[in-house]
T-cell receptor
Framework: AQSVTQLGSHVSVSEGALVLLRCNYS??????LFWYVQYPNQGLQLLLK??????LVKGINGFEAEFKKSETSFHLTKPSAHMSDAAEYFC?????????????FGKGTKLSVKP | NAGVTQTPKFRILKIGQSMTLQCTQD?????MYWYRQDPGMGLKLIYY???????DKGEVPNGYNVSRSTTEDFPLRLELAAPSQTSVYFC?????????FGPGTRLTVT
Protein backbone atom coordinates (compact mmCIF):
# COMPACT_ATOMS: atom_id res chain seq x y z
CA ALA A 1 0.00 0.00 0.00
CA GLN A 2 1.09 3.53 -0.68
CA SER A 3 2.01 5.87 2.17
CA VAL A 4 3.71 9.19 2.81
CA THR A 5 5.84 10.32 5.73
CA GLN A 6 6.62 13.97 6.29
CA LEU A 7 9.51 14.49 8.68
CA GLY A 8 8.89 17.35 11.06
CA SER A 9 5.43 18.67 11.86
CA HIS A 10 6.86 22.17 12.32
CA VAL A 11 9.76 23.84 10.54
CA SER A 12 10.92 27.37 11.30
CA VAL A 13 13.30 29.35 9.08
CA SER A 14 14.43 32.95 8.89
CA GLU A 15 13.39 35.12 5.99
CA GLY A 16 15.90 34.64 3.16
CA ALA A 17 17.04 31.22 4.41
CA LEU A 18 16.74 27.92 2.58
CA VAL A 19 13.46 26.06 2.97
CA LEU A 20 13.67 22.25 3.07
CA LEU A 21 10.56 20.18 3.77
CA ARG A 22 11.06 16.45 3.79
CA CYS A 23 8.80 13.80 2.27
CA ASN A 24 9.42 10.08 1.97
CA TYR A 25 7.00 7.78 0.23
CA SER A 26 6.24 4.12 -0.05
CA UNK A 27 4.67 2.86 -3.25
CA UNK A 28 4.25 -0.52 -4.89
CA UNK A 29 3.85 1.12 -8.31
CA UNK A 30 5.71 3.94 -10.06
CA UNK A 31 4.49 6.89 -8.01
CA UNK A 32 2.79 10.10 -8.93
CA LEU A 33 3.80 12.60 -6.23
CA PHE A 34 2.41 15.98 -5.27
CA TRP A 35 3.08 18.88 -2.95
CA TYR A 36 0.17 21.04 -1.84
CA VAL A 37 0.15 24.24 0.23
CA GLN A 38 -2.59 25.34 2.60
CA TYR A 39 -2.77 28.93 3.81
CA PRO A 40 -4.75 29.62 7.00
CA ASN A 41 -8.49 29.01 6.64
CA GLN A 42 -8.18 28.06 2.99
CA GLY A 43 -8.30 24.93 0.88
CA LEU A 44 -5.27 23.17 -0.56
CA GLN A 45 -3.50 24.52 -3.61
CA LEU A 46 -1.18 22.50 -5.85
CA LEU A 47 2.48 23.59 -5.68
CA LEU A 48 3.97 20.99 -8.00
CA LYS A 49 3.67 17.42 -9.18
CA UNK A 50 5.89 14.57 -10.36
CA UNK A 51 4.40 12.25 -12.96
CA UNK A 52 7.44 10.25 -14.16
CA UNK A 53 8.92 12.88 -16.45
CA UNK A 54 11.83 15.07 -15.23
CA UNK A 55 13.05 14.18 -11.73
CA LEU A 56 13.52 17.84 -10.79
CA VAL A 57 10.13 19.49 -10.75
CA LYS A 58 9.59 23.23 -10.59
CA GLY A 59 6.43 24.64 -9.10
CA ILE A 60 4.81 27.91 -8.26
CA ASN A 61 6.24 30.59 -5.95
CA GLY A 62 9.85 29.48 -6.49
CA PHE A 63 9.45 25.99 -4.99
CA GLU A 64 10.94 22.87 -6.49
CA ALA A 65 11.21 19.20 -5.56
CA GLU A 66 13.48 16.38 -6.64
CA PHE A 67 12.29 12.82 -7.06
CA LYS A 68 14.91 10.37 -5.81
CA LYS A 69 13.85 6.80 -6.40
CA SER A 70 16.82 5.28 -4.58
CA GLU A 71 15.93 7.25 -1.45
CA THR A 72 12.14 7.10 -1.97
CA SER A 73 12.11 10.81 -1.32
CA PHE A 74 10.44 13.88 -2.79
CA HIS A 75 11.74 16.77 -0.68
CA LEU A 76 10.47 20.30 -1.27
CA THR A 77 12.94 23.20 -1.40
CA LYS A 78 13.04 26.94 -1.93
CA PRO A 79 16.35 28.83 -1.96
CA SER A 80 15.13 31.91 -0.09
CA ALA A 81 12.12 31.97 2.24
CA HIS A 82 9.65 34.80 2.15
CA MET A 83 7.21 35.77 4.87
CA SER A 84 4.35 34.87 2.53
CA ASP A 85 5.57 31.23 2.46
CA ALA A 86 4.28 30.67 6.01
CA ALA A 87 1.65 27.95 5.57
CA GLU A 88 1.12 24.23 5.96
CA TYR A 89 2.56 21.94 3.29
CA PHE A 90 1.30 18.49 2.39
CA CYS A 91 3.03 15.78 0.40
CA UNK A 92 0.80 13.24 -1.35
CA UNK A 93 1.18 10.07 -3.40
CA UNK A 94 -1.30 8.51 -5.77
CA UNK A 95 -2.60 5.14 -4.59
CA UNK A 96 -2.25 3.48 -7.97
CA UNK A 97 -0.22 3.79 -11.13
CA UNK A 98 -1.07 6.56 -13.50
CA UNK A 99 -3.36 9.52 -13.13
CA UNK A 100 -6.53 7.82 -11.95
CA UNK A 101 -5.60 7.09 -8.38
CA UNK A 102 -6.76 8.63 -5.13
CA UNK A 103 -4.26 10.69 -3.17
CA UNK A 104 -2.73 9.55 0.11
CA PHE A 105 -1.64 12.61 2.10
CA GLY A 106 1.08 13.03 4.68
CA LYS A 107 0.26 14.66 8.00
CA GLY A 108 1.62 18.00 6.92
CA THR A 109 4.48 20.31 7.88
CA LYS A 110 3.74 23.77 9.18
CA LEU A 111 6.31 26.28 7.96
CA SER A 112 6.99 29.42 10.00
CA VAL A 113 9.12 32.24 8.60
CA LYS A 114 10.81 34.60 11.06
CA PRO A 115 11.64 38.17 10.04
CA ASN B 1 -14.91 30.07 -13.48
CA ALA B 2 -15.60 29.47 -9.77
CA GLY B 3 -13.77 26.10 -9.49
CA VAL B 4 -14.97 24.09 -6.48
CA THR B 5 -17.49 25.73 -4.18
CA GLN B 6 -18.68 24.47 -0.80
CA THR B 7 -21.54 25.52 1.43
CA PRO B 8 -21.89 26.29 4.26
CA LYS B 9 -18.57 27.71 5.44
CA PHE B 10 -19.35 27.08 9.09
CA ARG B 11 -21.96 25.01 10.93
CA ILE B 12 -22.65 23.98 14.50
CA LEU B 13 -24.73 20.84 14.96
CA LYS B 14 -26.16 19.20 18.02
CA ILE B 15 -25.50 15.50 18.58
CA GLY B 16 -27.96 13.41 16.59
CA GLN B 17 -28.85 16.11 14.08
CA SER B 18 -28.34 15.60 10.37
CA MET B 19 -27.09 17.88 7.64
CA THR B 20 -25.82 17.94 4.08
CA LEU B 21 -22.59 19.57 3.02
CA GLN B 22 -22.85 20.86 -0.51
CA CYS B 23 -20.10 20.72 -3.13
CA THR B 24 -20.25 21.94 -6.72
CA GLN B 25 -17.59 22.14 -9.40
CA ASP B 26 -17.79 23.87 -12.76
CA UNK B 27 -14.74 22.31 -14.43
CA UNK B 28 -16.58 19.27 -15.85
CA UNK B 29 -14.36 16.95 -13.82
CA UNK B 30 -15.35 13.30 -13.58
CA UNK B 31 -13.64 12.66 -10.26
CA MET B 32 -14.85 14.19 -7.00
CA TYR B 33 -13.75 13.62 -3.42
CA TRP B 34 -14.66 14.35 0.17
CA TYR B 35 -11.96 14.66 2.81
CA ARG B 36 -11.90 15.51 6.46
CA GLN B 37 -8.97 17.32 8.03
CA ASP B 38 -8.18 17.04 11.71
CA PRO B 39 -5.25 18.88 13.35
CA GLY B 40 -1.95 17.07 12.86
CA MET B 41 -3.57 14.25 10.91
CA GLY B 42 -3.49 15.45 7.32
CA LEU B 43 -6.44 14.72 5.07
CA LYS B 44 -8.44 11.50 5.22
CA LEU B 45 -10.58 10.41 2.28
CA ILE B 46 -14.23 9.85 3.19
CA TYR B 47 -15.87 9.05 -0.16
CA TYR B 48 -15.06 9.56 -3.79
CA UNK B 49 -16.81 9.39 -7.14
CA UNK B 50 -15.45 8.60 -10.59
CA UNK B 51 -18.51 9.89 -12.40
CA UNK B 52 -22.22 10.57 -12.09
CA UNK B 53 -23.96 7.64 -10.46
CA UNK B 54 -20.74 6.02 -9.21
CA UNK B 55 -19.45 6.43 -5.66
CA ASP B 56 -17.10 4.45 -3.45
CA LYS B 57 -15.84 4.46 0.12
CA GLY B 58 -12.55 5.97 1.13
CA GLU B 59 -10.56 5.45 4.29
CA VAL B 60 -13.09 6.85 6.82
CA PRO B 61 -16.67 6.46 5.45
CA ASN B 62 -18.51 5.51 8.65
CA GLY B 63 -21.21 7.99 9.60
CA TYR B 64 -21.39 9.57 6.14
CA ASN B 65 -23.26 9.06 2.90
CA VAL B 66 -22.87 10.53 -0.58
CA SER B 67 -24.67 10.66 -3.88
CA ARG B 68 -23.64 11.84 -7.34
CA SER B 69 -26.61 12.48 -9.59
CA THR B 70 -24.84 15.05 -11.77
CA THR B 71 -21.27 15.70 -12.85
CA GLU B 72 -21.27 19.03 -11.02
CA ASP B 73 -22.60 18.13 -7.57
CA PHE B 74 -21.34 15.79 -4.87
CA PRO B 75 -23.16 16.34 -1.56
CA LEU B 76 -22.00 14.72 1.69
CA ARG B 77 -24.67 13.66 4.18
CA LEU B 78 -24.24 13.28 7.94
CA GLU B 79 -27.25 11.37 9.31
CA LEU B 80 -26.66 11.26 13.08
CA ALA B 81 -24.01 13.78 13.98
CA ALA B 82 -21.47 12.75 16.62
CA PRO B 83 -18.72 14.78 18.34
CA SER B 84 -16.13 12.68 16.48
CA GLN B 85 -17.35 14.30 13.26
CA THR B 86 -16.15 17.72 14.39
CA SER B 87 -13.67 18.55 11.66
CA VAL B 88 -12.97 20.63 8.59
CA TYR B 89 -14.40 19.07 5.45
CA PHE B 90 -12.92 19.61 2.00
CA CYS B 91 -14.38 18.73 -1.34
CA UNK B 92 -12.09 18.31 -4.35
CA UNK B 93 -12.42 17.51 -8.03
CA UNK B 94 -10.08 16.18 -10.67
CA UNK B 95 -9.89 15.13 -14.29
CA UNK B 96 -7.16 12.68 -13.27
CA UNK B 97 -4.01 13.39 -11.27
CA UNK B 98 -3.97 16.74 -9.49
CA UNK B 99 -7.00 17.68 -7.44
CA UNK B 100 -8.62 21.08 -7.05
CA PHE B 101 -9.95 21.88 -3.59
CA GLY B 102 -12.82 23.92 -2.30
CA PRO B 103 -12.45 26.37 0.60
CA GLY B 104 -13.78 23.94 3.21
CA THR B 105 -16.63 23.65 5.71
CA ARG B 106 -15.82 23.90 9.41
CA LEU B 107 -18.26 21.68 11.32
CA THR B 108 -18.62 21.50 15.09
CA VAL B 109 -20.81 18.88 16.75
CA THR B 110 -21.71 19.54 20.39
Amino acid sequence: AQSVTQLGSHVSVSEGALVLLRCNYSSSVPPYLFWYVQYPNQGLQLLLKYTSAATLVKGINGFEAEFKKSETSFHLTKPSAHMSDAAEYFCAVSDREGSQGNLIFGKGTKLSVKP
Amino acid sequence: NAGVTQTPKFRILKIGQSMTLQCTQDMNHNYMYWYRQDPGMGLKLIYYSVGAGITDKGEVPNGYNVSRSTTEDFPLRLELAAPSQTSVYFCASSSGGEQYFGPGTRLTVT
